[in-house]
């Protein structure tokens, strides 16, 4: 299977230089988005490949098109190049494309929701023509680098289209594990009042193919009083290793916020609150970055074929939570799934695979199938056990 990764490299040497060419972009970004939509009745049948050219003869004047439709693109977007572009045709037709389907996705509900005599509140999507999107510099044309640490971009500058000496910060390919990938064209991002050059990384990775009797698996509990508690076990049921993961220092600071924010809520109606919002995220990423890697960390060290985990597709807040209460619920749920998203990509890029059970009765029922009975709550791994004869059958 093919995996990707991406790695940011902070530009050192410029900041302002760059406004100017992603308003650019994003103007010839909204131009295409509207043409699209008003030339193109039915896009079912189309494909990238063949909407590109079909745009650009509407919009872009060349020797064997001359006169097109709409020659203003030229006026307005002098010199754009070529490649940014049919970067912004690409992505417009996916945008119309994607609003086409949930328009048509709401006539069929509202058709049905009629059929049964009630009326549908559901507002109608619209097409947002606004966006703001960061372009592709493509080798040769947008892009040389010079150096590990330098390089060259075209840029719009001064009402022209020049090159411009960018430095960027560099990044240990070997310690980031992406040493022997193909590097891709980068994309310029801009967080906050910085811009980085994001690389993507890809290589073809074989999943492990071992025999489920020569499988060693790393069962993982998402628990409550733990970030995580890992097992691993082999075939014949016999738990080879344990871990127990956890972060006290962040859950009681995210309890606190928590408690802070809902407080800040009862006293000023349901405001956005966006100081606590951004601390509570903040510590939601570090605690599921650092699960995670610990997670992987231990599964390699074991070397486990697979690693699994509950499915946590139907999770409900139960009846009586609200408040700050409810909130933490939630935070909780959405650090679960977190986990295992990133968990997920980490161990696809070193073969291992990922599979998720079903855990109902797996704390109530033993491993060996002989029913129910009474365990200790202090020890979790327990669990795990019901789990791996699950995945195995």
């Known amino acids: 299977m093919k995996v990707a990764k991406s790695l940011l490299h902070k530009i050192t040497n410029q ?65 754009f190049p070529s490649y940014f572009r049919r970067s912004a045709i690409a992505s417009a037709f996916g945008k119309v494309k994607s609003f086409r389907s949930n328009y048509q996705n709401w006539e069929e509900e509202q058709k049905y929701v009629l059929s049964e005599g009630i009326k549908l509140k ?55 594990g992406v040493w022997e990938w193909k590097e891709n064209n980068p994309k310029l991002i801009k967080r906050g009042k910085k811009f980085f050059l994001s690389i993507s990384y890809e290589n073809k990775v074989t999943l492990t193919k071992t025999p489920i009797q020569e499988q060693k698996v790393c069962a993982v509990d998402l628990g409550l009083t733990n970030s995580a508690v890992c097992s691993v076990i082999d075939a014949t049921g016999t738990v080879l290793g344990r871990t127990f993961i956890n972060q006290p220092k962040e859950k009681d600071r995210l309890q606190t916020l928590t408690n802070k924010l809902r407080k800040a809520q009862r006293a000023s109606g349901r405001i956005h609150a966006p100081n606590f919002w951004r601390q509570i995220n903040g510590y939601q990423q570090h605690i599921v970055r650092r699960t995670s890697h610990e997670i992987v ?30 909130l933490r619920f939630k935070l909780h749920r959405w650090r679960k799934i977190g986990i295992q998203n990133k968990v997920e990509e980490m161990a696809h890029c070193l073969g291992m695979r990922i599979s998720r059970v079903n855990p109902r009765n797996t704390s109530a029922l033993a491993f060996d199938g002989s029913g129910k009975v009474e365990r200790n709550p202090k020890k979790a791994f327990s669990k795990m056990l019901f789990i791996f004869c699950v995945y195995t059958q």
């Open 15 to 79: 900041t302002e230089i760059f406004n100017a060419t992603l308003d650019m972009y994003n103007d010839a970004l909204s131009f295409i988005i509207r043409v699209i939509d008003k030339e193109f009745d039915h896009t079912d049948g189309l494909t990238t490949k063949s909407i590109v050219p079909a745009v650009e003869k509407l919009i872009h004047a060349t020797k064997s098109n001359p006169l097109p439709k709409y020659k203003e693109f030229n006026e307005r977007f002098y010199k």
């Open 297 to 326: 960390k231990f599964a390699s060290k074991h070397d486990c074929d697979v690693i699994v985990f509950e499915y946590l597709g139907r999770i409900k807040t139960p009846k009586g939570f609200y408040g700050a209460r409810k």
């Open 122 to 176: 559901k507002q109608p999507p619209c097409l947002q023509a606004e966006h703001k999107e960061f372009p592709v510099f493509y080798r040769g044309n947008m892009f040389n680098r010079t150096s590990d640490t330098s390089a060259q971009i075209k840029v719009f500058h001064k009402n022209d289209w020049v090159w411009a000496d960018i430095e960027f910060k560099g990044q240990d390919l070997y310690k980031r």
